[in-house]
Each structure stands twice: as C-alpha cells, then as structure tokens.
C-alpha cells in the first residue's frame, strides 16, 4: 500500500470518526435541552448530559417545561467555587401541599412538590429530593472537574493513544482483509485447486463483497469501541460513553441470553436432521443394493432405481425439514412468514413450465420409453442417449452433435427405441432394394446377406436376414436385416452395406431396377468390374491403401 493510499484511508477513517462522535453529542445535547411538555405533562431536567429530575405538576402557575427551563437558568449561572459547594435540602408548605428545595452557596437550584412524585415509584418527597440531590451533585462536579487542566489534559492523552490504536487496528484490518482475499484467490486460480472451490470462479464478486462487508463490520466496531472509551475519558461526556458501552454489553448480554434459550429448539433441529440423514443413508445402502442386483423388490426396475432413489430422497428430506422448522428459533417471526409468503408467490409464478417438464421426466423414467446409451429417433433427430435429466434429455447424433430435448417435447412425440428390445443381439439395422421378376429371389437373399457379412461394423451372428415387403408392379421389393453394436456409427456402416450390395449386384449382373423404365433394356443395366475403379475412384483407392500400409 502506497503513503498516499494509506494517509487516504486513515483519512476517511478519522472523518468517518469525527461524523460518529458529532451525531452523538448532537443527539446528547438535544437530549440536554428542556423538554417540551408531552401529553403525560413531565419535563425532565438534564445538565452535562446527566438526568437530574422529572418533574409533572404546576408550581406557582408555570408548568413543568416552563420550571425545567427556569432551573437550567439557575444551574448555568452558577460559578465553578459554587459548582463545588454542597447541596443541601430544606422542606417547606404551601398552599395544597409541600415541598423541598435544593439550594447551593446559598442559591435556590429547583424544587420538587408532591405532584411531581411518580405514583409508581412510591417513593416519598424526602426520597425523591435526596436521588435528584446526588444527581445534581455528580453533574456540578463533573463540570467542576472538566474545567480543570490536569483532567483535561489527561482525557486529551487518552484519547490520543486510543486513536492511535484505532488507526492501527484499522490499518491491520485492512491489511489482513487484502492478504486473506488475495491468498484466497491464489489457491482458486491454481490449477490443481479443490472442486469445493472451484464455484468460487463464477461468484468472485460475491466473495469480494461479503470481504468488504465484513472489513467494513470490523471498521465499524473499532470506531464504535473507540468512540466509547474517548467520551468515557472525560468528566462531561462520560454518561454519553457509558450509555454506549452499557447498550454493546447489554447488545452481547441479549444475544448470548437468545443464543442459550435457543439451545433447546437448535438440539432439537439437529437430532431431527441427523436421524434424517441416517434414515436417508439406510434407504441409500438399499437403493445402492437394488441397483447393483442385490436385492429385488416388486414394482422396481433397473431403469427406475435411480430415479426412485432421487424422489424418496426428496420426500425423506423434505419431511425431515417440515418436521424440524417449528424448531428453528424465529420461524413463526413476521420475517419468516414474509419470506415464506414470498418465495411461495415466486414458485406459483414459475414454477409451471418446470412442474411440467418435472412429471414429464417421471412419465418418460416409469415408462422406460429410453435409458441412457440407448440408440432412439424422436422426430428428425436420431442418436444415443447421453443422458435423461430432470428437465431435459441429451442425445448424441450420428454428426457428434449433443442435441438437448426438453422433456415435454419428448412426451408429446413417438420415441423409436432400437436398443431396447436388441439385447445381446445389438441393434437392428435394415435396408431395401427392389428387383426385377426376372431374378430369383434365392439370389437376391445369398446376394444381400453376403454383402452385409462383408460389412464392418455388422454382426455376423446372429446372421442378417432377408425379408420380401411386397410385390409391385415392375420389381420385388427386398429389405436386408442385420444387427450391428455401435449404433453411433450408423450412418458410415449403412453407406458401407449399400456399397458392398451395388457390388455384389454388379458382381452376378444383375440389375436394380431403380430408377423406372418405361421400356425393358436390351440388357442389363449393370457396371462391369474393370469398371469398379473407375477415376477418381481408382487414385482414392490407391491413397486409402498408402495410408494403411504407412499406419501399419
């Protein structure tokens, strides 16, 4: 940190500190001010920020705002030999009642009459003269001694160490915040960093906010403590430091008082957690055993134990939380009931297309329409299932493309499932070709399935299979079935078994009668084999058979 970096904090600190210790003698000094009359008709009487007495009744036609302006009057026009003489009381009767008078050098300072007793307090005139004569005399010599250079000197002294001291705890905080927060932003950029740490990257901001928040909490409470310990310095604003330091101990008294009657309800919050958590982990081992095969139970299939697993989950915790937020301390506050009101209002407005696509996650889960690695075609897209989310399911398309379907959208349209029924045969991959009347059909079987068994990527067990769909006018239409194991690959192996058939057609001459003829050829339409390679095809042939022998 740079001099004038450094000189500009402390600056904001001390200005900071000044505008704290102003508002509080603005507000002392209000305070000290005569009262005006409240509906009750009392008016207190302050001097040197110290209560002296209340006083209620009338007393020869002035009422009680008028009197206190009177007896400040008095009390300020004293001087500092009086300020040190006793206070004495002396009783006397009017008409109606009594009173005493407190006098000092031989100066009347006020008097107290029986209307100005607290019927609560029940305390006698003599009683309540005798308080406000201590009163006054602990606030004249509180001034007496304020006026005095040893003690003001002495107060200055103090109150300079002190703000030193808050200078440098200041500073330190300061210090300690930047070298925390920059040590902690070193260990989330390394590479080898916790996953624990690494949502850290995305809400950056946010730690350095609750940093500054929680420096400018500290800064705070070492100008609150140092504005305490300097009005508690001097004679006449100590009542003002004692009022601060009684209101943080009394702060610390109600918070350790809340924090130990809430002992109980917090108990009870985290025994009613922990046997949630346990119950939860018991169903776990259970789920973990059906899964693995372990254990059968009726109605649970392999594809919805995952699923299951997650809504008792949620049902488990979600009822372990109903139970144990009675229990929370201020749950049944205004505060509580207003945050609950509010998140259920957000929830109800949007929560609708979520609900939907929810349910239509556990429709598609319960009816085990497709599980991941299936190969599945829901309108133009087909591929594998990657992966059957709550909101959405991903599929990978023969292009590597990962496609999101949301659920709804996967409801509401036919699912074709070509793994679910393939087993260990793997899954079913067909073609058709349509051939003249004028080739036997025995030839076209031996023909298509040997071009499948020529095939990479098909199976040859169990073996490809030829099926007759119809009988047209011009041709027999022929559809060759043969299974394959990675349905990613599709595509490549289906134009692989198309040119294999073209091939073995070409091969036995005979003729695919695609497209129509208006008229039968002379003869067949048929590429011969010094044909096959014909260029460019001949020089890709002899670069892929480079490539080979280079690779091997």
Known sequence: ??????????????????????????????????????????????????????????????????????????????????????????????????????????????????????????????????????????????????????????????????????????????????????????????????????????????????????????????????????????????????????????????????????????????????MTKAANDAIGNFFRAAKAGRVRAPGLHADTVSATHRLVTVLVWGLGIAIAYPFIPMSNSDAFKGLSVMLGFMFTLGSAGIVNQLMSGLVLVYARALSVGDFVEVGDNAGVVSQVGVLSTKIINMRNEEITIPNAVLVGNPIRNFSRLAGERGTLVSTKVTIGYDTPWRQVHAMLIAAAKLTPGLRLLPTPFVYQKSLADWYVEYELFAHMDQPLERVSVLSALLANIQDQFNTYGVQIMSPHFNAQPASNLVVPREHWHAAPAEAAASETAAGFTRQR
């Open 1 to 274: 940190m740079t001099p004038a970096r450094a000189f500009a904090k402390f600056a904001a600190a001390l200005s900071f500190c000044v505008l704290a210790a102003y508002m509080f003698l603005a507000s002392a000094a209000e305070a000290a001010l005569p009262m005006e009359q409240v509906p009750g008709g009392e008016a207190v009487l302050h001097h040197n920020f110290r209560p002296i007495a209340t006083f209620r009744a009338t007393f020869l036609g002035a009422p009680p705002a008028v009197r206190v302006r009177k007896m400040e009057d008095r009390i300020d026009a004293l001087t500092p030999r009086q300020m040190l003489q006793p206070v004495e009381t002396a009783p006397f009767s009017f008409d109606g009642g009594r009173g005493i008078t407190l006098t000092s050098g031989g100066s009347i300072l006020f008097a107290l009459v029986d209307g100005d007793l607290d019927p609560q307090e029940k305390l006698t005139l003599e009683e309540a003269a005798e308080r406000a004569r201590k009163n006054i005399v602990a606030a004249l010599q509180a001034d007496a001694a304020q006026r005095r250079p040893d003690v003001l000197l002495k107060g200055l002294g103090l109150a300079a160490a002190a703000t030193v001291m808050a200078f440098a705890l200041l500073w330190l905080i300061s210090r300690a915040t930047r070298l925390l927060v920059a040590r902690l932003q070193r260990i989330i950029q390394e590479d080898d960093a916790g996953s624990k740490l690494r949502w850290a990257r995305h809400g950056w901001l946010l730690v350095q906010r609750v940093s500054q928040l929680l420096m400018g909490f500290l800064w705070l409470s070492v100008a609150y403590l140092w504005l305490t310990y300097v009005l508690a310095r001097f004679p006449l604003t100590e009542p003002l430091g004692d009022r601060l330091g009684d209101f943080l101990l009394n702060l610390l008294e109600d918070i350790g008082s809340s924090f130990i009657g809430a002992m109980p309800s917090l108990t009870t919050v985290v025994v009613i957690l922990f």
